[in-house]
C-alpha cells in the first residue's frame, strides 16, 4: 500500500518481497484440503469486511480457498469495450480497445515476472474460456459478474475443485441469476457443492450453520472423488 501510495515505483520488487514473506511462512502440506473458489461480486469477494469474512471462516473449516483475481473484471471491460466498439462500427474504439488490452498485458507481466513461479497457474481461468463456457447457463452478451462466474464455474469444475461459493450484494440482480441456475449448474456436474451468499452487512448464527453444512459436504465431495480415482 506505501509502495502504490508513492507512485507504484518498483511495485514488482515489492511483491516479490511479499512472496518471499508468505514462502517463509511454515506451512503444514502433509494433509490435502480441498478447495473452495469463491467466485460472484467482483469488489465483495475481494473485500473481507463486505462479504462476513468467508474465506478465513472457511479456512478455520478446514477448507483450501481461491479466490478470482482481481484482474479478471479489467480484461472483462476491455473485451467489453472492444466488442461495444464493434457493434457500433466505432473503429477509432476499436483501436483504442485493443492499444488498452496491450497495454494491460504489458503491465500484468512486469507486475508478476518476479513472483510467476510461485503461483498456482493451474487454475487460471483466462476471459476466453470463461466466456466459451458460460453459454449453457448464462449468455456471455449478459453484461456483467454472470458470465464470468458460471465460466469460471464451469472451468474450475474440471480443473478439480471440490466447491463453489458464489457471493452477492442482497437484492442484486446479477447475482440472483447466478443464484437462479447455480442448482441445474450443480446437478449437472456430479452435485458439486455450490452455496450462495447474500450478504447485507449483517452476521447471523444461520450463517454459521450454513458454512459448517457446506464445508462438510466439501470434504465428503472431495473424499467421494478420491475414491473414484482409486478405484479407477
Known amino acids: 500500500m506505501k509502495c502504490i501510495e508513492n507512485g507504484s515505483k518498483g511495485l ?80 477509432i474504439g476499436v483501436i483504442k480497445s485493443k492499444i488498452q488490452g496491450f497495454g494491460q498485458d504489458v503491465i500484468a507481466y512486469s507486475l508478476l515476472r518476479g513472483i510467476k513461479e510461485f503461483t498456482d497457474h493451474q487454475k487460471d481461468v483466462s476471459l476466453h474460456d470463461m466466456l466459451n463456457l458460460c453459454n449453457t447457463y448464462i449468455n456471455k452478451f449478459y453484461d456483467g459478474d454472470p458470465p464470468i462466474a458460471m465460466g469460471t464455474s464451469m472451468a474450475l469444475y474440471e480443473r478439480g475443485v471440490s466447491g463453489l461459493a458464489a457471493i452477492l450484494p442482497f437484492t442484486c440482480m446479477p447475482g440472483t441469476v447466478v443464484a437462479s441456475v447455480s442448482d441445474t449448474f450443480r446437478k449437472d456436474h456430479n452435485n458439486i457443492p455450490f452455496i450462495n451468499i447474500a450478504y447485507d452487512g449483517q452476521d447471523s448464527v444461520s450463517l454459521d450453520t450454513r458454512l459448517q453444512a457446506f464445508a462438510f459436504q466439501v470434504k465428503e465431495y472431495a473424499m467421494a472423488g478420491k475414491q473414484e480415482l482409486v478405484r479407477l
Do not use: Q
Request: overall charge neutral.
Open 12 to 91: 514488482h520488487k515489492t511483491l516479490a518481497l511479499v512472496a518471499a514473506d508468505f514462502l517463509a511462512i511454515k506451512v503444514d502440506k502433509s494433509i490435502k484440503r480441498p478447495v473452495v473458489a469463491i467466485i460472484g461480486e467482483i469488489f465483495m469477494r475481494d473485500n473481507a469486511p463486505c462479504n462476513g469474512d468467508i474465506a478465513n471462516r472457511l479456512e478455520d473449516l478446514g477448507i483450501e480457498v481461491m479466490i478470482g483475481p482481481f484482474s479478471e473484471w479489467i480484461y472483462y471491460s476491455t473485451y467489453r469495450f472492444t466488442r461495444d466498439s464493434r457493434w457500433k462500427n466505432d473503429n
